[in-house]
DNA sequence: CTTATATTCCACAGATCTATGACATTGCCC
DNA sequence: GGGCAATGTCATAGATCTGTGGAATATAAG
C-alpha cells in the first residue's frame, strides 16, 4: 500500500532488482533482449525445466520488464522496452567495471580485455564503408531475424565451421554477438584465426548497437556470400526507429555514445 | 566455485542484482551517489539502526559496488565509481518508464511528468551563459560539497524559507536535486513560486549532469548571493574528471547524451 | 591502560524465495 | 465436444535473507 513516500519509492525500484537477485533470471533477461522466445525456448536455453522457467518469467511479468504476445497455444516473451535493454547492459558494464570475477571468466575464454582484437562502432562504419570487412553475426538465426546490422552476414556460430568456405579469404571478417559477456563473437574469431582468416570482435554486441542510435535491419536470413558486399534487404522492424535498411556503405554513426 | 561457465557470468551479476533486491539498500546506493557518508549518516538518512544499516551496506561492499574509507573512529562509505552512480540511474529510469506506481507517486507530489516546469541541462546552459537564471542546489549542503553544478547556489530545501530573501526576485530561479526521483527540486520550485517567484526544475539531477560529461565542481559552500552571478571558487574534486571550475557562463556541453 | 565512540560481527527467530511435480487452463485440430 | 500441447498455478520442503540486540574491534583521547 504506497502512500506516496520516498520509502515507496524505492520500494517499486525494488520490485526490479528482484529481477536480477536470480542468475537465471538474467541469464532470461539478456536472451529477451536479443530476440522474443516462447517458454519453451528459454527454458531449453537456460536448462531450466518448464514450470521453474515460467515461474521466473512470471517474477520478470510482475515486474513489468517482460511482456507476452500470444501465438496459438505458445507463449513469446519479449523485453517490454528498450529501457529494459538499457538496464541490462549497465547491469553488465557495472560486473566488468566493479567485479574482478567477470573479467577473470571472460579472459579465462580468450573474451577477455585483451588487444586490438576489437573494432569500435566507429572504426567498424569507417572501414564497411570502403567494403574493406565482412560483417559477421554469429548469434542464432532467430537473434539475426529479430535485429541486424544492416548488412551482416547471418553465419551462427554452430554452423561456422561447415560454412568456412563462404567466406571471401580475401576481406578481414568483423564478428559480433550479443555483447560484451557473450562469447560467440570471440569464438568465432578464434576460430576464423586458426584458418589463416584476418578475424576481430566487434566492440558490445548488437544491444549496444542498437542503443547508440545506429540503424538495426529485421528480417530473414539471407545465406553469407562469397565476395561483393550484400546489399540490405531487411524491412525496418518495430524496434527500429524509423530508419531505413542501409548497409554498410550508407551507415552513419547517429547519436556517438 | 565458477568455473569459467556462463553460468558462473550470470552468478556474478546477481551479486551485483542482490544489492538492489531490497528497498533500503537502493536507498543508500543513491544517497551514496551523491556524497559519501557515515555509517551514522545514512543509518539516519534511512531510518535504519546501525546494525541493520551496517549490514547491508555489507552486502554493498561485497558486491563491490561501495569502498570506505576511514578517518578516526568513522568509516565514511561512497559508490565505488561512476559506473555505480550510472546504474542507479539506469535502475531509476527503467522504472519510470515501466512502472507507472512510480510516475503516480512522483505524480502525487507533484514532481510528475508534467509540463514546461522543466529545463533540460542544454537550455539551463543556454540562459545561464546570458545570466538570466540562478542555479540552485537545494540539496543538503554535503552534496553540495561532494560536487555541484559550477556556479551553482547552496541552498538547500530546509532552510530555503527561511533565506528567500537572499535571492534575486528578478531572476528566474532553476532549482536541482538528486534526480528524477528527488523531490527536493520540485518542493522548492513549488515553495518559490508560491512567494510569487519564477522557478522551474533542472531535468535530472547532480548524478546525470555528471554522467553527462558536464563540469562539477567540488567544494564548500558559498552563501547565496542577492544579485550577481557569484564567480566559481571551488577546487575540483576526485570524482571531477579534470574540468577546471567554470561558472554558468564558461560551462559547455561536454558529450551530449 | 582505561574510557568512550563508531562500526562490525554473531546468533537466532521469523519471513521470503526456489525448485519441482501434480494439476488446472487455454487454444488448436479433428 | 474430446484430445493434445504449451503454459500457468499451487503446495511444499529446503535454502536464504532480514532485523535486532548484544558482544567484539578499532581508534582517539585521557
Known sequence: MPDGGRADLYEQLARIGKVVVHPKRIDLLDLLCQAERSVEALAAATGLKFSTASAHLQVMRQARLVETRREGTRVYYRAAGEEV??????????????????????????????????VTRAELLERARSGEVVVLDVRPVEEYAAGHIPGALSLPLEHLEARLGELDPGLEVVAYCRGPLCLLAPEAVATLRARGLRARCLEDGLPEWRQAGLPVTTGAERPAASSSPPSAAGRSGRDAPATAPVDGSEARLGRPR
Chains 1, 2 share one sequence.
Not at 535493454?85 to 557495472?94: E, K, N, S, Y
Not at 560486473?95 to 582484437?117: C, H, K, N, P, W
Request: glycine share 12%; hydrophobic share 45%; net charge negative.
Open 85 to 118: 535493454c538499457r538496464f541490462v547492459t549497465a547491469l553488465g558494464d557495472l560486473g566488468r567495471a566493479r567485479l574482478a570475477e567477470v573479467d577473470q571468466i571472460l579472459r579465462a575464454i580468450g573474451a577477455g580485455s585483451e588487444s586490438a582484437e576489437w
